[in-house]
């Protein structure tokens, strides 16, 4: 199949968050099963280019786009992607994308990702290639669909497009005032398209936009895709999704195991298998010696990686470890960076318990890897979670995930039934205090029989989240839209 991937990250080459790990391994994905995939993504500063062999497509140099009363002219350089054959069109524009991070709050940033969106399918007109797919991903290719009914729709060259719209986190929706109608490049003609509603109130919702047009919705784990039907989890976009419910599906990330495997993980000291768990214990007491804590094989350690919001649940940790550790002997591991409020509570945390609790403020790759292969809980008590990435780290790792019963999380962690030996981790309901008491508390007593811990460890080890299996759901729903009129 001819698929256009338009995102605004891609690992490694820019990345705030999972979308651009997803955006790579399902790309890479794709491209190894023989696919032409096709990806567009934006040119950035923080890009670092000097290790990558930038090709200019000349026919592309200076294109210009008129957007309300301004024309920006876009050039087009190809990549491979590092570590694959994957070819990336990056999109240049320094008069958008010259600036220090990925996202901004300047008053142009709907311009940035309009243009992202236009350069894409001026991209595919001026190469003659007819995509059948055109996959966006979050707000900020959300138009795309729209563009397809309206600017594009005189073009053959899109007559049979089908568009997808993956929505990573229903949170950040690109909301914009109604002012900003004039640099979308839509005729007086197509403006109707837009939600009408919005407009009289003043403003402009580029993910609602492609929840309205787009062939077909995903989200990232099937749970979430639930989840956002309600006004709970939805963001004031449930209405609008229990409407196109017959298409929205939810399919859960898959996780590079490329990358992310005990057994032949470059940044661990100590590899080891599902079939000889031996090294765990080793880097257990490496990360600890690491760190500066002291280790014992018989005291567990809980490790936490992830951004510092308040999406991740960590205000339960407030309220229950500091209790835990008075009372209980166990080990704290944190990395992660994010809103003041929770970085000073584990800077706290770390200095009443000095001897038990170490803090890394900010992020490390080789770090990360080392909590996963050292720790042996892995705590994600998230208020919500489309699909998380770090519990399914954790299951090949054999690191037992304690986490809430939300999004993805639900889809990957069983709770461990002593009658059956089945499950893999510990989950619990509510989000509240008592909530995550009981699942620390209770980790903690499987913890003591080491025979019964062994198993947990073991059948999550067992799991298969790889992109090999995920990936093959995108492709079943690729030719599903293919074989649907339209």
């Given amino acids: 199949m001819r698929i256009c991937f338009v995102s605004s990250e891609i690992a490694p080459l820019a990345k705030a968050g999972g979308l651009a790990d997803v955006s790579a391994s ?13 990806v567009f993504l934006p040119l950035y500063r923080r890009i670092d280019t000097k290790n990558l062999d930038l ?4 026919f592309m140099h200076g294109t210009p786009i008129a957007l309300g009363g301004r024309t ?8 491979k992607l590092p570590g694959s054959d994957l070819m990336i069109y990056l999109v240049h524009c320094p008069a958008l994308y010259d600036r220090p991070e990925l996202y901004t709050n300047d008053a142009d940033e709907h311009l940035r990702f309009i243009l992202l969106s236009r350069a894409a399918m001026e991209s595919c007109q001026r190469m003659g290639w007819s995509p059948q797919i055109i996959h966006c991903n979050d707000w900020q290719t959300s138009m795309m669909p729209l563009y397809l009914r309206s600017a594009y729709q005189w ?8 568009t997808v719209l993956t929505i990573h986190n229903i949170g950040y929706q690109g909301v914009f005032s109604s002012g900003i109608v004039d640099d979308l490049g839509l005729s007086e003609e197509h403006r109707h398209f837009l939600h009408q509603d919005d407009l009289h109130r003043g403003a402009i919702n580029f993910l609602k936009t492609g929840l309205l047009y787009a062939n077909a919705l ?4 099937p749970t979430y895709a639930r989840e956002i039907q309600t006004a709970e989890y939805g963001s004031g976009l449930e209405d609008i999704l229990r409407h196109r419910k017959e298409r929205l599906f939810g399919i859960l990330n898959g996780v590079d195991y490329d990358e992310w495997s005990p057994e032949n993980d470059p940044h661990i000291p100590h590899p080891f298998t599902v079939d000889d768990l031996s090294g765990k214990q080793k880097n257990k007491k490496a990360l600890l010696r690491s760190v500066g804590l002291g280790y014992s094989s018989t005291i567990p350690v809980m490790g936490v990686v992830s951004r510092l919001t308040g999406q991740k649940g960590f205000e339960l940790l407030e309220e229950t470890l500091p209790a835990l550790l008075r009372n209980h002997d166990f080990r704290v591991v944190v990395l992660g960076s994010g809103e003041r409020r929770y970085e000073d509570f584990f800077r706290k945390l770390e200095r009443t318990f000095p001897e038990k609790v170490h803090f890394h403020n900010g992020f490390s790759n080789e ?15 998230s208020r919500y979670e489309p699909c998380g990435l770090n519990q399914m780290y954790s299951l090949r790792y054999g690191t037992v995930p304690v986490v809430r019963r939300t ?25 509240s205090a008592e909530g995550m008491h009981w699942a620390m508390k209770a980790a903690l007593d499987l913890y003591k029989d080491s025979t019964v811990w062994e198993q947990i460890m073991r059948n999550g080890m067992k799991a298969d989240y790889s992109w090999d299996r995920q990936g093959a759901l995108y492709v079943e729903l690729y030719r599903r839209l293919l074989e649907t009129p339209l």
């Fill in 26 to 38: 399902l790309t890479r994905y794709l491209n190894g099963a023989g696919h032409d995939v096709r």
């Fill in 55 to 58: 090709i200019p497509v000349e």
């Fill in 72 to 79: 920006f002219s876009f050039s087009l350089f190809t990549t």
């Fill in 155 to 162: 073009d053959q060259l899109f007559q049979e497009t089908r």
């Fill in 218 to 221: 995903t989200t990232v784990s």
């Fill in 367 to 381: 770090l990360a890897h080392r909590i996963e292969a050292g720790s042996d809980m892995f705590l994600m008590p």
């Fill in 407 to 431: 999004g993805g999380l639900a889809d990957t962690v069983q709770i461990y039934d002593p009658d059956t030996g089945k499950g893999n981790g510990v989950i619990f309901d509510h989000f």
